[in-house]
C-alpha cells in the first residue's frame, strides 16, 4: 500500500519543479494532469499573503463567486420564520428553521455547510456561536449570510460562491473546482478568486500583499503560479 502511494506521489511530482512559478494556464494543466487518484480531486489554490492576521487592520475575509462552481453540492441552513422560511424552501435550502434548528444543532446533529439568517433570528443563532463558531458556519453580515434576501443568499451558496478568511500564518485558500473540470473554467475560478483577494485588501498590509500562488489538486503536487500574470502583486 504504502509502495503504490510512494510511487504514485513520485509520478505526480515528476516534470514539477516547486520553485518555478508558471504562467496559470500551464499551472491549470499541470495540476489536471497529475491529479490521478481513484477520485474526482478537488483543485485548491492557496494565497501566502503579506499580512498579519493578529492585528484587525490585516484581517482579509470575505466571499467569492466562482463562475464555473465549485463541483461540490452545498448543504444550506436557513434561520427563518413565516415568509421569509418559505422563501428559503423554494430557493432550494436543505434545512429551514428557527428555535427548532437550534434544538436539532445543539442536539449535535449538523448537516449543513452553509449557515444563513435572517436579522430577526440573529438572537437564537448568537446562542449557538460555541457550536458553529468553531466550525466557520456563524451567519456573518460581512459575508451575505445576515440577511433579509434568503432567497438569493441561498442560491448564491448553492451556486459557486466560496468564503475565505486568512489563517493565523497569512495564507488563504479555496477550493475552486475538481480536476475534472475544464481548463479554462479553472483558470476562470482561480482569476476570480485571486481578484476578490486582491478587492479584500486590508488598510494596515505593508510591503508586498501577495507573495506566492499555489495550485494543487487533494492528492498532488503544489504548482507555483506567476502572481503577476493573474493581475499584479499587490
Not at 213 to 222: A, D, I, Q
Request: hydrophobic fraction near 40%; proline fraction near 4%; include cysteine.
Amino acid at each position: 500500500m504504502a509502495s503504490r502511494k510512494g510511487k504514485r506521489m513520485r509520478a505526480a511530482w515528476d516534470g514539477v519543479d516547486r520553485t518555478v512559478e508558471h504562467e496559470l494556464a500551464e499551472a491549470v494543466r499541470l495540476v489536471r494532469e497529475r491529479a490521478g487518484a481513484k477520485f474526482d480531486e478537488t483543485v485548491d489554490i492557496a494565497i501566502n499573503l503579506g499580512v498579519d492576521p493578529r492585528h484587525a487592520d490585516q484581517m482579509v475575509r470575505g466571499v467569492c463567486d466562482l463562475p464555473h462552481g465549485t463541483g461540490k453540492p452545498v448543504r444550506v441552513a436557513v434561520f427563518a420564520r413565516g415568509a421569509k422560511a418559505d422563501e428559503a424552501r423554494e430557493a432550494g435550502a436543505d434545512l429551514v428553521g428557527a428555535e427548532d434548528l437550534a434544538e436539532t444543532i445543539n442536539g449535535g446533529e449538523i448537516a449543513f455547510d452553509r449557515a444563513i439568517a435572517t436579522p430577526d433570528t440573529m438572537p437564537v443563532v448568537g446562542r449557538l456561536g460555541r457550536i458553529l463558531g468553531p466550525r466557520g458556519l456563524m451567519p456573518n453580515p460581512r459575508l451575505g449570510t445576515v440577511t433579509m434576501d434568503v432567497a438569493d443568499a441561498v442560491r448564491a451558496a448553492k451556486g459557486g460562491q466560496v468564503q475565505f478568511r486568512v489563517e493565523r500564518a497569512g495564507i488563504v485558500h479555496a477550493g475552486i473546482g475538481k480536476a475534472s473540470f475544464e481548463q479554462e473554467a479553472l483558470e476562470g475560478n482561480a482569476r476570480a478568486f485571486f481578484d476578490a483577494i486582491l478587492r479584500a485588501k486590508p488598510t494596515g498590509a505593508k510591503g508586498t500583499y501577495v507573495r506566492r500562488v499555489t495550485l494543487s489538486s487533494t492528492m498532488g503536487p503544489g504548482v507555483r503560479v506567476d502572481a503577476s500574470a493573474l493581475g499584479g502583486a499587490g
